[in-house]
């Protein structure tokens, strides 16, 4: 009898502590994207940040999309707790014309959600429209889309400076900058460039009252025709103080 209460007991705690292992996880801060206008027959991209906010291994074991047009690859196929890395998806516009929603499925160990789901959507004008409408604009390119700060120690003030620039025909102005929350705050040192001009934004992160792996967005909005809209996704991994 007593052997079987102790069997019970160990069977019972051993149950427990699997429970709290959470084991890999994949989140994508940014699961859709939308291309907005794009003329017929040009092949667009975009990256997806992919992050493993488990506390296992996370092995990205295969990536389709919902049809022949779009292309996705991972820069790497297996993440450790904590690391991230971009997926690149490709869209053929060729042969398409109007709204477009499209699909890719990302298979990964995540018991939770192995085949996990991002989409993005774009307007295809057509040739002949576009031919039509040709006429300056600006267009917004980030040096980067994702920054990691790293670890640091709880009340650390830390920095980034993302570059951006102009690589359209007409001025491009950046209209509003805004933070996912009150921990980041940033600064534009320039929000119109001419074609052709660059600009930096400044992004300090106040980790006081913080701990733990962190995930944030600063989002850009301008007048970019095509992206007016573009995350920028931050990450940051904050040790308690000692008290």
Same mark, same amino acid.
């Given at each position: 009898?007593?052997?079987?209460?102790?069997?019970?007991?160990?069977?019972?705690? #051993?149950?427990?502590?699997?429970?709290?292992?959470?084991?890999?996880?994949?989140?994508?801060?940014?699961?859709?994207?939308?291309?907005?206008?794009?003329?017929?027959?040009?092949?667009?991209?975009?990256?997806?940040?992919?992050?493993?906010?488990?506390?296992?291994?996370?092995?990205? %074991?295969?990536?389709?999309?919902?049809?022949?047009?779009?292309?996705?690859?991972?820069?790497?196929?297996?993440?450790?707790?904590?690391?991230?890395?971009?997926?690149?998806?490709?869209?053929?516009?060729?042969?398409?014309?109007?709204?477009?929603?499209?699909?890719?499925?990302?298979?990964?160990?995540?018991?939770?959600?192995?085949?996990?789901?991002?989409?993005?959507?774009?307007?295809?004008?057509?040739? %002949?429209?576009? %031919?039509?409408?040709?006429?300056? #604009?600006?267009?917004?390119?980030?040096?980067?889309?994702?920054?990691?700060?790293?670890?640091?120690?709880?009340? %650390?003030?830390?920095?980034?400076?993302?570059?951006?620039?102009?690589?359209?025909? #007409?001025?491009?102005?950046?209209?509003?900058?805004?933070?996912?929350?009150?921990?980041? /705050?940033?600064?534009?040192?320039?929000?119109?460039?001419?074609?052709?001009?660059?600009?930096?934004?400044?992004?300090?992160?106040?980790? /006081?009252?913080?701990?733990?792996?962190?995930?944030?967005?600063?989002?850009?909005?301008?007048?970019?025709?095509?992206?007016?809209?573009?995350?920028?996704?931050?990450?940051?991994?904050? /040790?308690?103080?000692?008290?």
């Amino acid at each position: 009898m007593k052997k079987l209460v102790l069997f019970i007991v160990i069977f019972l705690v #051993a149950t427990s502590l699997n429970a709290q292992v959470l084991g890999p996880k994949l989140s994508v801060p940014n699961d859709d994207f939308d291309f907005g206008d794009v003329n017929e027959g040009e092949k667009v991209k975009h990256d997806f940040t992919l992050l493993n906010s488990g506390d296992d291994v996370l092995v990205i %074991e295969r990536v389709t999309a919902s049809c022949g047009c779009t292309a996705a690859k991972p820069a790497v196929d297996s993440l450790k707790p904590g690391e991230s890395t971009s997926l690149e998806v490709v869209f053929n516009t060729s042969r398409r014309s109007g709204l477009q929603k499209k699909y890719v499925y990302i298979k990964t160990n995540d018991k939770e959600q192995e085949n996990y789901r991002i989409s993005f959507s774009a307007n295809i004008l057509k040739r %002949e429209t576009t %031919e039509k409408i040709k006429k300056p #604009a600006p267009k917004l390119r980030l040096s980067t889309n994702q920054y990691n700060f790293g670890k640091v120690t709880e009340g %650390e003030k830390v920095k980034a400076k993302i570059d951006f620039s102009n690589i359209g025909t #007409a001025i491009l102005a950046i209209t509003d900058v805004k933070s996912s929350c009150g921990c980041a /705050a940033t600064l534009l040192k320039k929000n119109k460039l001419n074609p052709g001009e660059q600009g930096s934004l400044i992004i300090e992160f106040d980790s /006081a009252d913080r701990s733990g792996k962190l995930t944030r967005t600063v989002t850009l909005y301008s007048n970019d025709p095509v992206q007016p809209v573009q995350p920028i996704t931050l990450y940051i991994n904050i /040790a308690k103080k000692d008290s």
